[in-house]
């Protein structure tokens, strides 16, 4: 069992950067592939961006790509989002998932365990 909780969000003017956390509660956390989606309102959750078990290898949304930054510390059991350059389309809550798997995933039903969100929010 892997629990999850997001930390970080917030309001922030177009241009400025937040950075999510998001600390689990498992001694198999580096054995875990991680996420984050987003779900703005009205739309459904998407994927944003994905890593592996070590931190080597990364996928991005195409909307994100170069923006954004997702990173690891088993160390600390935890995952990371830096989000820079952000716009007013990027808010939403955003939601950090971990996989049965140790790969890179960006399917939602390649993840088993969510956390419970954060909101951001980007004022224009």
């Known amino acids: 069992q892997v629990q999850l909780v997001e930390s970080g969000g917030g309001l922030v003017q177009a241009g400025g950067s937040l950075r999510l956390s998001c600390a689990a509660s498992?001694?198999?956390?580096?054995?875990?592939?991680m996420g984050w989606f987003r779900r703005a309102p009205g739309k459904e959750r998407e994927f944003v961006a994905g890593?592996?078990?070590?931190?080597?290898?990364?996928y991005y949304a195409d909307s994100v790509k170069g923006r954004f930054t997702i990173s690891r510390d088993n160390a600390k059991n935890t995952a990371y989002l830096q989000m820079n350059s952000l716009k007013p389309e990027d808010t939403a809550v955003y939601y950090c998932?971990?996989?049965?798997?140790?790969?890179?995933?960006?399917?939602?039903?390649?993840?088993?365990?969510w956390g419970q969100g954060t909101q951001v929010t980007v004022s224009s």
């Open positions: 998932a971990a996989a049965p798997g140790g790969s890179v995933y960006y399917r939602p039903d390649n993840y088993g365990y």
């Open positions: 498992s001694r198999t956390f580096s054995s875990h592939g």
């Open positions: 890593i592996n078990w070590n931190g080597d290898n990364t």
